[in-house]
């Protein structure tokens, strides 16, 4: 199988799915990228480590890295490697005790665990033929002038608005709600990088 590796890219929520999100991830070294439909739970998860927001207790992925290592496995890849009926088919790749091991998985529990062990991600190349897209240069043009207008709607002083995000962070945290604390993280990422 020739793969290639990829990155992620970003998570958005997607309406027309019920509520589910899209992980898009992007080629490295090129241009195409690949959306898959995932759950609230697995967006999250990959959220929550992407942020580096740690919740109070283990989630199941981290639970899930923490017994591979105590049994002295290294999750060498993840691989989203076949289109089924447009179902993605992924694979955990594991070395434990010499032996490598292929495991069948979902694409979001897969990438939820890259994310966690620092793994890194590839697609069948036959995959990106099939469902990955080439963002045009208009709607990368359209995508930059979007977030630098949403610099400059900022309204009152930063400090004033960072203080407030981090206030409503604390209260998201403390009631679990761990897709809005990461959303309200990055926005106080912005802000403070622009300073």
Excluded at 10 to 25: C, D, E, K, N, V
Excluded at 77 to 98: C, D, M, P, W, Y
């Amino acid at each position: 199988m020739y793969k290639v590796q990829c990155e992620i890219l970003g998570i958005s929520a997607s309406p027309s799915t019920g509520g589910a999100y899209a992980i898009l991830l992007k080629e490295i070294g090129g241009n195409r990228r690949l959306p898959i439909i995932i759950g609230a739970f697995e967006a999250q998860a990959i959220a929550l480590e992407i942020e580096n927001i740690k919740p109070p207790r283990p989630l199941t992925h981290d639970l899930l890295k923490n017994v591979i290592e105590n049994l002295g496995g290294v999750v060498v890849e993840i691989q989203v490697s076949e289109l089924r009926e447009n179902t993605f088919i992924a694979k955990i790749i594991l070395e434990l005790a010499g032996l490598t091991n292929e495991i069948d998985a979902r694409p979001s529990d897969a990438i939820a665990l890259a994310v966690r062990t620092q793994a890194p991600i590839y697609v069948a190349d036959s995959v990106m033929d099939t469902a990955s897209f080439v963002p045009s240069e208009e709607s990368e043009r359209f995508e930059l002038q979007k977030e630098t207008e949403e610099e400059e709607s900022v309204s009152g002083s930063k400090e004033a608005k960072i203080a407030a995000l981090q206030t409503k962070l604390r209260e998201a945290l403390e009631s679990e709600e761990y897709e809005r604390a990461a959303k309200l993280r990055d926005e106080i990422k912005k802000l403070t990088s622009q300073n």
